[in-house]
């Protein structure tokens, strides 16, 4: 498997542009995560998913975030509009179960400007 | 809720010396504890874990953690360091309830002199 594979890995938009972040998790494992890192706040969850279903989605910052899961195979996570302030590294991670380990996307560095 | 707090944000070692990098948990149910390494511009890799079996835990590198109930830490060590060791190091805690959910603390940065 090549792991999980996130698109595109730098993304630099204008404040007030639609992004759109993509994520293939590895096959089979049915949990996806969605991640933001930024030097101030470290890692925070944003969003997670079972068997595609969103779980638990508090960590979504605002109204302006929102993911989908449409099958097994893939998610996204959109920004509209973007705010310079949403500028961080977005990593996708997906995951089998318990006794197993969550495995990493490379991530996307979005830059907004 | 779930919380892990990282020790010193930077730690700095000589080549060939020990490496500890302290992390300390917060759970009202038994942990899963994990320490995951972070490469520049990478993703995060899976270091090591713990899912409630032996407490002393090996991982990949060379490193290991030793989970301490009683102290409630779950530190990274590895006897002698090298240069290509250099990374951010996290720590991040899940329970048997929370789906995979990981916490994480807030990273330190291992540097390491020749």
């Known amino acids: 498997d090549a792991g999980v594979i996130q698109s595109p890995r730098h993304e630099v938009t204008e404040m007030g542009q639609e992004v759109t972040l993509r994520c293939k998790p590895i096959s089979g494992h049915n949990s996806l995560f969605w991640y933001r890192q930024t030097m101030m706040r470290g890692l925070e969850l944003l969003i997670y998913f079972n068997n595609n279903v969103p779980i638990d989605d508090s960590g979504m910052p605002e109204d302006r975030f929102s993911a989908k899961m449409p099958n097994a195979s893939f998610s996204t996570l959109k920004i509209q509009p973007s705010e310079p302030r949403d500028s961080a590294v977005y990593f996708c991670?997906?995951?089998?179960?318990?006794?197993?380990?969550?495995?990493f996307g490379q991530g996307t560095r979005l830059t907004v400007v | 809720a779930q919380s892990v707090t990282q020790l010193g944000s930077h730690v700095s070692v000589s080549e060939g010396a020990l490496v500890l990098l302290r992390c300390n948990y917060s759970?009202?149910?038994?942990?899963?504890l994990f320490w995951y390494v972070q490469y520049p511009n990478q993703g995060l890799q899976l270091l090591l874990k713990?899912?409630?079996?032996?407490?002393l835990v090996k991982g990949i590198n060379g490193f290991e953690a030793e989970f301490k109930k009683s102290e409630t830490s779950f530190h990274l060590t590895k006897p002698s360091a090298h240069m290509s060791d250099a990374a951010e190091y996290f720590c991040a805690v899940t329970t048997y309830n929370q789906g995979g959910k990981l916490i994480f603390g807030q990273g330190t940065e291992l540097s390491v002199k020749p």
């Open positions: 759970s009202s149910v038994p942990p899963y």
């Open positions: 991670a997906s995951f089998a179960g318990m006794n197993t380990e969550a495995f």
């Open positions: 713990y899912t409630s079996a032996a407490t």
